[in-house]
T-cell receptor, first 115, second 115 residues
């Protein structure tokens, strides 16, 4: 399919371990976003990429969170030393960035559970 | 700062009846407004958007929304509800005057359509 894909779909990890979440955007979409959806916080913005650069990292909750994007395509969100409060569904979205008015298309998400 | 309010946690409607899911927003400039739907264990699906022009916007699956600047509202409507419309609905806003690309989402409204 031509949609946004994310892997893994589910991840269970022990507190203190590092995790990597992957996002593969729609081909040709230069803008990529990470959001987090949790029961208590709703949908929160984490980081925005335009190409390989991240002009907006304002939503990253702590320095344990980082993300990169290579080749203007695939992005990886890394969470170091995971904590139980990191448990959530991590959603990736992409859009055509030319005008900024384009809708964002979301992937199915990665459900992260920290035990 | 941009914000969105969805005042109803849940909306119940009988199949065949009209439905309305409410959304109000707050931005400094002119808003870009979006509605998304989320089915269980799925990512968000784009329904419709308002950028400029006609205040009545038509979208996927027979949904429409009306932009009302004076009331700062963007309510989602459908003339005749289907059981299959039962899902979680999110309103989102972006204020292009800020230069930020991130969407701010409401807390979501669960729509339950009874047969």
């Amino acid at each position: 399919g031509a949609g946004v894909s994310q892997s893994p779909s589910n991840k269970v990890t022990e507190k203190g371990k590092d995790v990597e979440l992957r996002c593969d955007p729609i081909s040709g979409h230069t803008a990529l976003y990470w959001y987090r959806q949790s029961l208590g916080q709703g949908l929160e913005f984490l980081i925005y990429f335009q190409g390989n650069s991240a002009p907006d990292k304002s939503g990253l909750p702590s320095d344990r969170f980082s993300a990169e994007r290579t080749g203007g395509s695939v992005s990886t969100l890394t969470i170091q030393r995971t904590q139980q409060e990191d448990s959530a569904v991590y959603l990736c979205a992409s859009s055509l960035a030319a005008s900024g008015s384009g809708e964002q298309y979301f992937g199915p998400g990665t459900r992260l559970t920290v035990t | 700062a941009q914000s969105v309010a969805q005042p109803e946690d849940q909306v119940n409607v009988a199949e065949g009846n009209p439905l309305t899911v409410k959304c109000t927003y707050s931005v400094s400039g002119n808003p870009y407004l979006f509605w998304y739907v989320q089915y269980p264990n799925r990512g968000l699906q784009f329904l419709l958007k308002y950028i400029t022009g006609d205040n009545l916007v038509k979208g996927s699956y027979g949904f429409e929304a009306e932009f009302n600047k004076s009331q700062t509202s963007f309510h989602l409507k459908k003339p005749s509800a289907l059981v299959s419309d039962s899902a979680l609905y999110f309103c989102a806003v972006r204020d292009p005057s800020t230069g930020r690309r991130a969407l701010t989402f409401g807390s979501g409204t669960r729509l339950q359509v009874q047969p």
